[in-house]
């Protein structure tokens, strides 16, 4: 029995060197970024979305797949308010040329923004899709295991 079981033992071995070392669901993963604007800063909003475009870039390189999401909130709103937005142009090419990148927009500080307004809601870019709160996303995306940047 002892003779038998070395070379049984010798043969999965040999097997275990012939698989390949990146078990088949790390070739799947789909990576998920989350990208927070709270500041009405336009270098602040053309990192972010600098980063977005570059993860992108990175990840399409080697043939994976890549969700992005720039959730804005405070004073960052201002990144998604139409004709208000110093990054507007760069937001309108995104949304023609990523569909893996999503615009969040904070529906607490849409609110404040439109009280202050006189109650006048300011439009959003047509990209930017309405979130109950920022920070609520951003916590919620990471509960799910996106990762987290603040330029």
Not at 7 to 13: N, Q, R, S, Y
Not at 57 to 70: D, M, N, S, W
Not at 138 to 146: A, D, F, P
Request: aromatic share 6%; charged share 25%.
């Amino acid at each position: 029995m002892k003779r038998l079981i070395t070379p049984i033992a010798l043969a999965f071995v040999a097997l275990a060197m012939l698989l390949p070392t990146t078990p088949v669901m790390a070739q799947e993963k789909i990576h998920k970024i989350a990208i927070q604007v709270s500041t009405n800063n336009p270098k602040t909003m053309n990192i972010a979305l600098n980063n977005a475009a570059n993860v992108d870039k990175y990840y399409k390189a080697k043939g994976e797949e890549v969700q992005i999401e720039i959730v804005a909130y405070g004073p960052g709103l201002n990144m998604l308010i139409a004709g208000k937005s110093p990054v507007e142009k760069r937001i309108k090419s995104f949304g023609q040329n990523f569909d893996n990148i999503r615009f969040s927009a904070c529906g607490n500080t849409l609110k404040k923004f439109t009280k202050k307004a006189g109650g006048k809601k300011p439009p959003l870019v047509k990209e930017a899709k309405i979130v109950t709160a920022g920070v609520i996303r951003l916590s919620e995306l990471q509960e799910k295991g996106w990762s987290y940047i603040r330029p």
